[in-house]
């Protein structure tokens, strides 16, 4: 767990469900208007409408049971519930990592070839680089939960983690995981590392472009979105490689629960506020789905 029963936890924790709250419905709130406003079916929406459904089951994966934990006092977890943690959790872990470097493509298309947008950025190779986004995060979810269960565990049972995280489960496991722990390194290199190059080279052509702006309105519009979006990333990607880039030996269990909670619980509500429920369109959507109710 990460909370005990004492008035500041108990207060950290109803922070926690508001959080969650928030992120629930800011990202369903996505979802929908979406799908019901037709001025927001193109690629770049399409890619947010992903990048909030992800989240959505991101939070949902670890969240719910930690508030049942918590307040039932039972803090255990089935054999198939861990299962089914690990896979969820790396899956959409490395499916947001892909959908990212996508959305940065989307963004640096956009913005440096704006009228060869629809040519460069079709609905084809849109569907298709989401698909593979999650195509990639689901076999990374496979590969590391065989990894997982294959190991043996005849000591403790005690996950010091408030979900089932791999690195947490590699301390109590008695066979070695050394080639496990290099293959979870390689892993994180495809995973993060080269979808965060791919982001990096994006924006830096994206920001030289928008500097040879001759519209100031335009140059100000750009870097505001460029800045808030390399933000997420920065928090998103730098406290994945926190957790999955370190040696075990390096580990600190309260350092793993705080930078864990932070990219699965926080992370997920500020995508959509910061993504989306700023954009213009995003606000007319709302406001004409408020007058059609």
Not at 232 to 244: D, K, L, R, T
């Amino acid at each position: 767990g990460i909370f005990s029963y004492t008035p500041t936890h108990i207060f950290l924790f109803s922070l926690v469900l508001g959080i969650f709250t928030m992120a629930l419905l800011a990202n369903t709130l996505m979802v929908l208007l979406i799908y019901l406003d037709t001025r927001l079916h193109t690629p770049m929406y399409f890619l947010l409408g992903q990048l909030s459904l992800m989240d959505l089951m991101l939070i949902c994966t670890t969240v719910p049971k930690m508030a049942h934990s918590y307040l039932s006092g039972r803090k255990s977890i089935s054999l198939a519930g861990c299962e089914a943690q690990i896979f969820l959790y790396v899956s959409l872990l490395g499916a947001e990592c892909f959908l990212l470097a996508v959305m940065a493509y989307d963004r640096y298309v956009a913005i440096c070839y704006p009228l060869q947008y629809f040519n460069l950025m079709n609905w084809k190779l849109c569907g298709l680089m989401a698909a593979s986004s999650w195509f990639l995060g689901a076999f990374d979810g496979i590969v590391e939960l065989a990894a997982t269960l294959s190991f043996s565990y005849c000591g403790s049972r005690e996950i010091a983690q408030f979900f089932c995280d791999v690195p947490a489960l590699l301390h109590l496991s008695c066979t070695d995981t050394s080639t496990f722990e290099t293959l979870i390194f390689i892993c994180c290199v495809v995973m993060l590392l080269l979808p965060l190059s791919l982001i990096i080279i994006s924006y830096t052509r994206v920001i030289i472009t928008v500097i040879r702006m001759s519209s100031g309105e335009g140059r100000h519009k750009a870097f505001t979105t460029c800045t808030s979006h390399l933000i997420v990333v920065g928090m998103y990607y730098g406290a994945a490689m926190f957790i999955y880039m370190r040696p075990t030996s390096n580990r600190s269990p309260t350092q793993d629960k705080m930078v864990s909670a932070f990219y699965t619980i926080l992370t997920p509500m500020l995508n959509p506020l910061i993504y989306s429920l700023r954009n213009k369109d995003v606000v007319k959507a709302f406001s004409k789905v408020l007058g059609k109710r």
